[in-house]
């Protein structure tokens, strides 16, 4: 199994409809972390998890809402989006969140119709 | 908040030339990380720097972490096609235990 699966690959939305994205990762890491990624910008750290328990939201709207039951499982739940939130949306995960490396699933794109 | 400069923003090569990008910051940093994104895939660490002058290579890259700590190059020897993608430079200040991205150098490949 790869080291960070993220499902769907692919996700199309309308703007009054409700999905997640979820992610898992098989590295025995206890930190995990949800990025936005956006053309020819640098990432956009959303939020970090620390064994469950959420340590940073970077003043993320409150359509996103970001959950993780354990700490191989992370969750961002969507509701009532906008075109603009289209992007690739990246989990990571890291040994601990003073870690310096960070290993990175595959990403979903996100389309906002 | 704390930027990271990364250039160039795109390259257009042939296969064989050697290939130089680099970042800059106007803090301090420890730690210097680099990242290859292939198309439809996440970011993948390529080679990870912890001290100000350290020299590391992986395969055909190495990179530097600059004297100064507010710099880092990436260079690439004899690029090959599966070389293309998007090179990310990323960093950790002393204030800020969350990495600083760079907006990442699109290799291209001529044929």
Redesign the interface.
């Known amino acids: 199994e790869t080291g960070?699966t993220?499902t769907p690959r692919h996700l199309v939305m309308g703007m009054t409809n409700k999905k997640s994205l979820k992610c898992e990762q098989h590295l025995g890491h206890n930190a995990m972390y949800w990025y936005k990624q956006s053309a020819?910008?640098?990432?956009e750290?959303m939020f970090?998890y620390s064994l469950e328990e959420r340590v940073?939201n970077n003043s993320v709207p409150s359509r996103f809402s970001p959950e993780c039951p354990n700490s191989s499982h992370l969750f961002l739940h969507l509701h009532t989006l906008q075109p603009e939130d289209s992007a690739l949306y990246?989990c990571?995960s890291s040994g601990g969140?003073?870690a310096?490396?960070?290993?990175?699933?595959?990403?979903s794109r996100l389309t906002v119709l | 908040g704390q930027?990271?400069n990364q250039s160039p923003?795109s390259m257009f090569i042939q296969e064989g030339e050697d290939v130089s990008m680099n970042c800059t910051s106007s803090s301090i940093f420890n730690?210097w990380?680099w990242?290859k994104q292939d198309p439809?895939?996440?970011?993948?660490?390529l080679i990870?720097l912890?001290k100000a002058g350290e020299l590391t290579s992986n395969g055909r890259l190495t990179a530097q972490f600059g004297i100064t700590r507010k710099d880092s190059f990436l260079n690439i020897s004899a690029s090959i096609p599966s070389d293309v993608g998007i090179y990310?430079c990323?960093g950790?200040s002393d204030s800020n235990?969350?990495?600083?991205?760079?907006?990442?150098t699109k290799l291209i490949i001529k044929p």
């Open positions: 960070v993220q020819k910008k640098p990432l750290l970090v940073e990246l990571a969140i003073s310096r490396e960070l290993f990175f699933g595959e990403g | 930027q990271l923003q730690t990380l990242y439809g895939e996440g970011p993948v660490l990870a912890y990310f990323a950790l235990y969350q990495l600083i991205w760079g907006a990442g």
